[in-house]
């Protein structure tokens, strides 16, 4: 299991960490600050250095509890070597913005209207989260975005803790993407916007509301009879 420095501190630019294994063009980390994709979120990018010799990140993901990291070259690279790793920080501080926009959206939804997420993709122009809902008006819309925008405009802080599983469980509303978790889990992480929303996830969040930026619903798709996507994108 590869250690994860980001779910205590989204804001770990660089590392240094022990290579565990080298595959292909892929190493394994003993720990690492590279958010690896999944949960809607996209992967980091960025380099590591071992030896005084630079590789750079092109892809990161998880396998069985493992981040892999896809490099450039791993000419060089063994097991038990030391490296340091730095992630592309603009980068994640925009995915980290947009899916601290998209909790707020998502809080402001089912406190107003009841529905789940059942889908979601962050993208850095735009991003796109989907409803099991028949209906959402124009007039809904711009209530939602109004609302969101308040939430983010009173800056309030995000926080991450940890719940115990049974304790998670009596807190229905903290899982709206309930079939992401893996079931043997104990604890929880869970991300809460101040009072206002809390949800379980493994993702990487702003510190403070005030850091969104704006957010703009942006236009709406029907994906089939009671399922309605939704687009966002932030202004500064
Ligand atoms: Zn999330």
């Known amino acids: 299991m590869t250690e994860l420095l980001y779910l205590d501190d989204s804001y770990l630019k660089e590392f240094s960490a022990n290579i565990a294994s080298v595959a292909e063009n892929k190493i394994e980390l003993d720990k690492t600050a590279f958010y690896p994709r999944g949960g809607g979120q996209l992967g980091d990018i960025g380099k590591i250095i071992a030896n005084g010799k630079e590789y750079a990140v092109k892809s990161v993901e998880k396998n069985s509890g493992k981040v892999l990291h896809e490099l450039d070259s791993f000419e060089g690279l063994q097991a038990g070597m030391q490296i340091s790793g730095a992630i592309d920080w603009e980068r994640r501080y925009a995915m980290m913005r947009m899916h601290s926009a998209a909790h707020v959206l998502a809080a402001v939804i089912y406190r107003e209207i009841g529905s789940l997420i059942t ?49 998670a469980m009596k807190i229905p509303e903290i899982f ?30 702003v510190r403070n509301t005030k850091e969104i930026g704006k957010i703009k619903i942006t236009r709406l798709d029907n994906k089939g009879a009671e399922n309605r996507r939704i687009y966002f994108e932030l202004a500064d």
């Open 119 to 167: 889908g979601n993709q962050l993208g850095f122009g735009e991003s796109r989260m989907d409803y099991n809902v028949k209906d959402f008006d124009r007039n809904l819309l711009q209530g939602f975005e109004e609302k969101a925008n308040e939430i983010v405009g009173s800056a309030m802080p995000i926080t991450i803790s940890y719940i115990a599983r049974e304790e």
């Open 176 to 205: 709206r993407l309930r079939d992401l978790f893996p079931k043997v889990i104990s604890d929880f992480r869970v991300i809460s916007i101040g009072d206002y929303d809390r949800q379980a996830d493994g993702g990487t969040h």
